[in-house]
């Protein structure tokens, strides 16, 4: 069966200066309002964010010869030199990002980019390193990891390659189970044609509203549902990737033994070694139940064990996240309904999905409950479900009013968890503290593995001037809390430039040696990413 | 906790000129000597073959400094250069191997090494580097695909590096379910560590009595368990290496998107990037319960419906394996009992262990039976079991008897297989008919995967001479129909030499830049066994 559809209607795009759809931005709810001051001490209100038509730019770098041979590629209204689309370009939805965008002066790349297909990607590239123009890949314009600065290392000019024109379900096979999706296709997108034909993928990351099928493979993404259907790699079968020296085409077959898997070189390759153009990835028919229900835990250590017991068991939820008591304390999972505390103690929310959910819910019920935790119905899953992927919304609001707001995550071996967590918040609270603010350390566990998990911190600050230098303070604390207490430095937000200086600590001298000599090899002229995954002056 | 151990027995050595334990060789049973003639004709009996002290071999071309710089590391009794140490490593146990080990001239390493921990194999390589010596490393010595081939590339000569000396459990962390074991571990030895605290590592290939930890992570290998514990691969959480320009420690945490997995760089890397000297694996506890059953199937096609319906659900079999209807009617899935026809149509074998069989079992026999399969009790699943690591001495009884005997193995989407089969078995009966042999040409599923399975096929051909020169040829045929069919040129032999000049047809010639890229960073002198997975030319 072949599908080729490029005509599923997008979602909205997103706003130039924040999270989401502009239509769904709104005011701090006014709960949250009365509890930040309890937290954070007295907030200031910060000046109104720059205007989009106010913002100053330099002039683009591009030679005008570069946009007539990129031109020629994609088509002469397919250079887009645009002020707008320069700014709209500029970077992914950290919060450094959001408040870079809040700024006067900003630093954009040359010009965007918008090839049509495969090929036109690898001509894009080819043009590139003849010429010395730094290339951007951009899908959904989520990274909160500083992948998408328009870096140019030692070239003269740097573009945004948008992928977004690289969109649909390119072939389904019913049989296999396998669905081969253009990277440019976002996540609604692609479950809207995998559902037409009664198939779904399942990857539900944060971000999924936006973000796109390359941008999960090239970030090593990780959803929702992991615990049911794996990491996003887990997921991918085959990949097809334009790099500057030629194509390639990966995943043959399922359980290969011919040669290293090079499918996870480009897993988590950041754009570094090719754009991803094409990916094939498993999917599953659509399930038809759904059951969900919440447990309360004494504490985050009993819901860790609890955790635990179930990753270390086959056929459990679909979902599973524990709520640390600070999280759970202010129900900050619970977005919709922040201000409302729902418990003390420690919550989880579990989903589950697909086949044999009674056998699999006794299960995970019997361990969950063996480990202190008692059932407190839907309610709390319920509220999780709906307000799950609004988050960065909230994030906006809390911005607009003067709280600096983050994410950040890692994780580890089940054995070393508590100790990673402790350290990871010492070095939050600690950092603010020493910047004269006030600040709240949140975490939940929403990923976990027979061996371990991960831990993502939520941390609100009342930071009271210059808030881009404290947190590069702060977050390069955190970085080294990582590394001395045994985590990775990211799980799933990727590396991007926020975290190349910590890789080497990660994997080592010869690590980096090898990721630079593939990078040698398929990008000579180092025009791919410049800066991101692995620092400029390793890749020369 | 922390756990040293070296004092586990290890198993009786390998024949040198066969599979296993001497005392377990036998000659082939009266129900195979009355069966052989109807498949094959009349067969031949051919000579004896030579034995141990009458093998021809070239003097070491080791010069006397190297050996001392060797065993400055290792000690002096540590580089061995005796005739009857350079034959036993002188290749792996396909059937080309054993065939040479059958004739009067041998090739062969020009010494042995035997290091006894992680630094003096870095430092062994460091010296072999530095004096041009080409370094084979050898764990279990079961390779069936070339993979210890002496061959030296540019340098004045090779050596074995064999890793017995390292061997036992490093670490336990029973919290995590992380296990460290020593590379040269053979697959009896772990499991024997691990059961004295309670946990199984589940990896079962038919290797297992020999081969080693390293040699499963280095191979790609998958196991009997497959289905129920994953392939070696999914197994594997930390990995330590030792190449010629420095060391790498991989692993840091479960879950990480901190780049490219590098870790999947060295699995499948199989020596030709450095030397694996400790491998941490996942574990669990070991499984007090298996219930057996065993199937029948109208014919193959029924069979891989049933199969392919199985691995699209979850939570299955812990073993699942299907032999087509010509294995099911010689019964050659039952070494012991071959002869004994079992039944028309086709054999499924099924084991359960572990959490929640009941449920497990309810589930894959309603599908099972959907797709028309009858139970047909234990039986047939008990001889399974009871023989499953028996295989290879039968080859050798067949061998003595005159008749070629071999194995290979490939795997494909589940939408291709029968495709994929049909294309293996043509070029099988075609090739061994094209030289004048009649063959019996056997095939069984025994990996599967939610998107595809494994294809694993048996070959006996009355060959009448030279049975080297015309398994080459029809070997080669099977590989370009392995292409043209759409396969994979190895589901777990891995690539070795006997498949390397095919890997390009897989992975494309970018990828083979990949390859030679990150050898070429790591062992820029091209020391790492020569030839294995890229050929030496596209490594200089």
Redesign the interface.
Known sequence: MSHQSGRVAAESEMRWNGWGDPAKADDLPRAVRALLPLLLGRIRKPAAPVELHDVQLDATALRANDGAAFAEIVGPGRVDMSDEARIRHAGGRSTPDLLRRRQLHQSVPDAVILPGDHDEVAAVLAVAADRGVAVIPYGGGTSVVGALDPERGDHHAVVSLDLRRLTGLLRL?A????AVLAAGTTGPDAEALLTAHGYELGHYPQSFRYATIGGFAA????GQNSAGHG?F?TMV?GIRVA?P??????G???????????I???????GIFGVITEVRV?V?PIPHERVLESWTFPDFAAGTAGL?AVA????GPTVIRLSDEAETAVSLAQVGRIGRALSKGAAVVTVYE???IA??RA?TSALLAAAGGVSSGEGAAEDWLDGRFDGPYLRDALLDAGVFCETLE???????LHALKAGVTAALRDGFADAGAKSHVMCHVS?I??????LYFTVLAGVRSDPLKVWAEVKARVNDAIIAS??????????GRD?APW?EQ??????V??????K???DPQGILNPGA??TVDRTR
């Open positions: 096979d049989v296999s189970g396998e970030a090593r993404s990780s990491r790699e079968t790099t020296t030629g194509d390639i085409d990966l043959r077959s399922p359980g290969s033994a011919a040669g290293p898997d090079l996870r070189v480009f897993l988590g390759s950041e498993r599953h635990r270390q068991h086959v056929g697909g086949d044999g056998e699999r299960r890692t994780a580890t071996t089940w054995a070393n990923h593995y027979p061996t371990g998990a991960s045994g985590g990775t430095i990211s799980h799933h937000h990727a590396v975290h890789l990660e994997i080592g001298e010869t690590g040696r090898i990721l630079a000599a593939i040698r090899e398929l995954v692995i």
